[in-house]
């Protein structure tokens, strides 16, 4: 039986919980990187590694959680058995999804970003790409 569209993540909690991401974990990594190499740059590598594996990792031992999704109550989920994301998954849903937006030149993003908002199964490319689905909690 098909579960309830409503049980599924739509584009705004989506977009909110990464924004608070944003907020919450992005700035303070500016900082730390910005400390340890003394450039506060927002391009420095070192911060893009550490939100990198924030995004991968957190996820795998959160149940599918980052701090923004915990906050608005949705998590990361495999499509297919319902389990948290594995390393695997994070890394398929992270590290090749986002090769594919910048390969695109963003447009994938904005074709994501309509897949979430128009879908019935509110998957985007990342959760194609992954095998995997974002839900309320």
């Known amino acids: 039986m098909e579960e ?18 944003s907020l919450i ?3 303070p990594l500016v900082i730390i990187a ?16 550490l939100s990198a594996l924030y995004s991968i990792l957190l996820p795998v031992y959160w149940y599918g959680r980052t701090i923004g999704k915990r906050i608005c109550g ?10 948290p994301p594995k390393i695997g ?21 904005i074709v994501s970003a309509f897949m979430v908002g128009l879908r019935e ?9 992954a095998g995997t689905e974002v839900v309320w909690d």
Not at 89 to 109: D, E, F, P, Q, S
Request: aromatic share 10%; proline share 1%.
């Open 4 to 21: 309830s569209i409503l049980y599924k993540a739509g584009f705004w909690i989506r977009l909110g919980a990464g924004v608070l991401d």
């Open 25 to 27: 974990i992005s700035i």
């Open 34 to 49: 910005g400390v340890l190499t003394g450039n506060f740059d927002t391009d420095e590598p070192i911060a893009k590694l």
């Open 74 to 83: 949705i998590r990361i989920r495999q499509y297919d058995t319902h389990e």
């Open 89 to 109: 998954t994070m890394l398929m849903r992270v590290v090749v999804a986002g090769l594919v937006y910048v390969l695109t030149l963003g447009i994938g993003v």
């Open 121 to 129: 199964d509110r998957r985007a490319i990342h959760d194609f790409v």
